[in-house]
């Protein structure tokens, strides 16, 4: 029963860990557009920034809890080697 809970602890770490790297992946992939000094910075500009800011924060956030889960799991594994 143990080994099971081993092994599920583990395949838990992997797939937490993989799920925290393609949210990094996805907040670091889209960069926003430079506006050029020639054209006109208006409302719709600062509208796609702030979208642009807020959904590489969603991905951060999700990223970093995906982390955590890795590392309290991770924690729980090392915690099953020192039971009897």
């Known amino acids: 029963m143990l080994q099971i809970a081993i092994y599920l602890l583990d395949a838990?770490?992997?797939?937490?860990?993989?799920?925290s790297a393609w949210f990094w992946l996805r907040a670091s992939g889209?960069?926003?557009?430079?506006?050029s000094k020639h054209e006109t910075f208006d409302h719709a500009d600062i509208n796609r920034l702030v979208?642009?800011?807020n959904r590489a924060q969603i991905l951060n956030a999700r990223a970093a809890?995906?982390?955590?889960?890795?590392?309290?799991?991770?924690?729980?594994?090392?915690?099953l080697?020192?039971?009897p």
Do not use: P, S
């Not at 889209?30 to 506006?35: E, G, H, I, L, T």
């Open 12 to 19: 838990l770490i992997v797939a937490a860990a993989v799920l």
């Open 51 to 53: 979208v642009a800011l």
């Open 81 to 83: 080697d020192f039971l």
């Open 65 to 79: 809890k995906a982390t955590a889960a890795a590392a309290l799991l991770g924690g729980l594994r090392v915690l």
């Open 30 to 35: 889209k960069q926003v557009r430079r506006v």
